[in-house]
C-alpha cells in the first residue's frame, strides 16, 4: 500500500486502534523519551504516540514501527513473510526458462509492472515544499534531546539523500544529526556506510558535498534507508516494490539532489570535505548503551522546506525492546529471501535476535548437505554486506524453530561439541561495538550447532541440579549470585553474577567452579556483573552480547587430555585494574530520576491509560558516574 502522507497512516494507525493522541505540552527534552520508553517496551510494543503540543508548530510521531501490526501496516502487509515470498516469486518468474515466444511475451506485463517501482523525477514543486525557509533555524522543529547525557538534541529519523559524484548513483542512509546551531549539525556516517563512501569521493575531489534530508512522508521511505541494500541500488527502488507504486521525486531548492515530493521536512545543506571535522556525541544508542563522542562531518544547513500540517517523525533507542527491535525484524524477514536466492540456496531461516540489537547475534538454519556446509555459509555471510557486523553466529539445521528461544538453547546445548564446533575469526565490527579493543575491528565466533555427519554432537547429560545448589551454598568467593534455570530445562548453561571490584580474576575464578564435582558435566558458564537480575534471561544474554569481545572474553577450561571439557563467555564490564581496558567504557542508557518522577507526576493528567513504571528503575545500578563513560 502506498501512503500519500505521515498523516494518511496516523488516520490508518487511529482506525486500528494503534495511536495514542497526546494533547497536554511534552517537552522534546527528556520527556518525551521517558514516555514512549514505557509505552514501547509493553507487550507487542504498546501504541504510536502523536505529541501534539510540541512547543512548536508541529507535532510528533513516535514508535510508528513499534509493533509487528505496526510495522506491516507500514508496508500493507498482513505478515512480513509475505514480502519475502513476493520477492521469492518474482526472482522465479524471472529465472525461469522461457522456451516459447509466447512464454517470453506473458513476461512483458510483469517488466512492465516492475518498471512501476522505479522513482521518477517530476517537473515542478512537491508538496513537501509547500513552505520554503531561505533563512534556516533547525531550533523552530521539535528535535529530540533524547537522553540525559546525550550531547545535544538529534534528528532520529532523517532519510540522508546523497550521490556518487562519479556515478551520480543515489544512496539513501540513515545517520543521527546532532544540532549544534540553528543552521548547523554533525553527519555521524560511519566509516563503513555509503554516506561515508561519497564524503571520501568529494574529499578527492575537492568539491562541496550536497546533502538533502527528508523527513517524514510514506512510512516505506524511512523503513527503506534503514535497509542494507547492496551497495550502489538505490534505496527508493525498494520503497517503490514495497508500495507497489513509484518515489515520484522533485528537485531541491539549493542543492542538486532529488527528494520525495511527499514527503514531511527537506532540510537541505552541504558537508565541506575541506572543513575540519566537528566533535559529535554522546548518544544513547540503539545498544543499549552510550556511543561515545567522535569525529564527524559538520553538515551546513542552506534551506528548510515543509508541508503544510506537517508531522515531524522521530524515534528512540535504547535498552532493547524499542522499536528498532521490529524495524531489524522486518529486514531479517525481507530480506532473508533475496540472500537465499542470490548467494545461499541452503539457508531455511534467519533469525536476528531482539537481544543481539541488529549484529551482535544472528542464527541461521540450514539444510546441511556435507561436512564443513556450516562454514561455508559462515564465510559467505561475514562477508556479505553488513553481516560483516555480526559478531555471534549460530548454524543448526533440522527441524528446530530458530524463533522458539527456548528449544533454540536446548538444541544449540545438545548439538555443539566444545573441542570441534567452536570457530573464531576476525573483521570488521560496528563502530558502536564498545568491547573489542580496536574500534571497527575484533574478533568473531561461530557455533557450529548443525547435526554432524561423523556424529561427534554431544547429547545433553542430565544435570544434577540440587547438588549444584548445595555445593554453591555458601557462595564461593567472587560469585554473587547464579541461576539453574537453564540447567534445569536440558540447557546446559550455568549462569553466574560476579563482584570485580576486589581485582577478581574472572578465569582463576572458573576454573575453581569447574573443579567442583557437581559442575563437571556441565558445558558452559556465563558471567556477567552483580548488577544484572538473573532471572531475566533475555537481559543477560543482551548484556553478555554486548560486552562480549570472543577472542578475549571465552575461556576454555580442559579435561587432563588437554582437550576442552567447559566454556565460559564472560560478559562482564572490562573497567577494572584486572581488566586492562584499552578503551573507554560507556554507561547503560537509561533516564535521570527528575524527569522520570515529572512524568510519573504527569501521567494522569497526560491521559495516557494505565500507569507504567519507568523501565529506567531497573537499570539504575548499572549507573556508574554522572557522564556517558563510565567511571569507577
Known amino acids: 500500500m502506498a501512503y500519500k502522507s505521515i498523516t494518511e497512516f496516523i488516520e490508518v494507525l487511529e482506525k486500528n486502534n494503534e495511536l495514542l493522541r497526546i494533547k497536554e505540552f511534552v517537552d522534546p527534552e527528556l520527556e518525551m523519551t521517558e514516555i514512549v520508553d514505557r509505552i514501547s517496551k509493553q507487550p507487542d510494543g504498546g501504541k504510536a504516540l502523536l505529541f501534539e503540543n510540541t512547543g512548536t508548530e508541529f507535532p510528533v510521531l513516535m514508535n510508528l514501527f513499534g509493533s509487528t501490526k505496526r510495522m506491516c501496516l507500514s508496508l500493507g502487509v498482513d505478515d512480513l513473510d509475505e514480502v519475502g515470498a513476493s520477492i521469492n516469486s518474482l526472482f522465479k518468474e524471472l529465472a525461469s526458462p522461457k522456451e516459447s515466444f509466447l512464454e517470453k511475451i506473458k513476461m512483458l506485463p510483469q517488466l512492465k509492472r516492475m518498471s512501476d517501482w522505479l522513482p521518477i523525477v517530476v ?62 549539525t554533525g553527519m555521524h556516517w560511519h566509516r563503513h556506510k555509503v554516506g561515508a563512501r561519497h564524503y571520501e569521493a568529494h574529499k578527492k575531489k575537492g568539491t562541496l558535498m550536497p546533502v538533502a534530508v527528508a523527513l517524514g512522508g510514506d512510512p516505506v521511505y524511512t523503513y527503506a534507508a534503514t535497509a542494507p541494500m547492496p551497495d550502489n541500488l538505490d534505496e527508493y527502488i525498494l520503497a517503490g516494490f514495497l508500495r507497489k507504486k513509484k518515489v515520484k521525486l522533485v528537485k531541491c531548492i539549493t542543492v542538486d539532489l532529488e527528494v520525495p515530493e511527499d514527503v514531511d521536512f527537506v532540510i537541505e545543506g552541504y558537508v565541506d570535505p575541506s572543513e575540519e571535522l566537528v566533535w559529535e556525541g554522546p548518544f544513547g544508542d540503539h545498544t543499549g548503551f552510550y556511543s561515545l563522542a567522535d569525529w564527524y562531518p559538520r553538515f551546513h544547513v542552506t534551506c528548510i522546506t515543509h508541508r503544510k500540517n506537517a508531522v515531524y517523525p522521530a524515534t528512540i533507542v535504547g535498552v532493547p525492546p524499542m522499536e528498532d527491535a521490529y524495524i531489524a525484524k522486518a529486514t531479517e524477514r525481507i530480506f532473508l529471501a533475496p540472500i537465499r536466492l542470490s548467494m545461499l540456496p541452503e539457508l531455511e531461516d534467519m533469525s536476528l535476535p531482539m537481544e543481539g540489537v541488529a549484529h551482535n547475534i544472528s542464527v541461521v538454519k540450514i539444510i546441511n548437505s556435507y561436512p564443513g556446509h556450516a562454514y561455508k555459509v559462515m564465510n559467505a555471510l561475514w562477508g556479505a554486506g553488513q553481516m560483516m557486523f555480526n559478531k555471534i ?23 555443539v561439541n566444545l573441542e570441534k564446533d567452536i570457530f573464531f575469526s576476525k573483521g570488521p565490527l560496528d563502530v558502536l561495538d564498545h ?198
Open 393 to 415: 553466529m549460530v548454524a543448526v539445521d533440522g527441524t528446530v524453530d530458530i524463533h522458539n528461544s527456548f528449544l533454540l538453547a536446548q538444541y544449540i546445548s545438545s548439538n
Open 123 to 184: 517537473s515542478g514543486k512537491g508538496a513537501c515544499q509547500d513552505i520554503v525557509n531561505l533563512t534556516p533555524d533547525l531550533t523552530k522543529l521539535p528535535i529530540l534531546k533524547c537522553w540525559p547525557f546525550d550531547g545535544g538534541r538529534f534528528v532520529t529519523f532523517p532519510m540522508v539523500n546523497t550521490k556518487d559524484p562519479e556515478t551520480g548513483i543515489r544512496n539513501i542512509g540513515m545517520y543521527r544529526m546532532q544540532v549544534f546551531a540553528t543552521n548547523e
Open 435 to 632: 568491547a573489542s579493543d580496536q574500534p571497527c575491528f575484533g574478533s568473531k565466533i561461530f557455533l557450529d550447532a548443525t547435526s554432524k555427519k561423523g556424529g561427534n554432537s554431544q547429547q545433553i547429560i542430565n544435570i544434577d541440579v540440587e547438588r549444584i545448589i548445595e555445593d554453591l551454598s555458601p557462595l564461593p568467593s567472587g560469585v554473587n549470585a547464579y541461576n539453574t534455570e537453564l540447567l534445569s530445562s536440558n540447557i546446559s548453561v550455568l549462569i553466574i553474577s560476579i563482584d570485580k571490584t576486589e581485582s577478581l580474576d574472572a578465569r582463576e575464578l572458573s576454573s575453581r567452579l569447574f573443579r567442583m564435582a557437581s559442575l563437571q558435566d556441565v558445558k558452559a558458564i556465563i558471567l556477567v556483573d552483580k548488577e544484572i537480575d538473573l532471572s531475566n534471561i533475555s537481559m543477560v544474554v543482551w548484556y553478555l552480547a554486548g560486552n562480549f569481545e570472543p577472542s578475549r572474553d571465552t575461556y576454555f577450561v580442559n579435561n587432563t587430555d588437554g582437550k576442552a571439557k567447559h566454556v565460559v563467555f564472560d560478559g562482564t564490564r572490562k573497567v577494572y585494574s584486572q581488566d586492562k581496558p584499552s578503551r573507554d567504557w560507556p554507561n547503560v542508557v537509561m533516564m535521570d530520576l527528575k524527569t522520570i518522577k515529572k512524568i510519573d507526576n504527569r501521567w494522569e493528567q497526560l491521559e495516557l491509560g494505565p500507569f507504567i513504571l519507568s523501565p529506567s528503575h531497573s537499570l539504575k545500578q548499572f549507573q556508574f558516574g554522572d557522564g556517558a563513560v563510565i567511571k569507577i
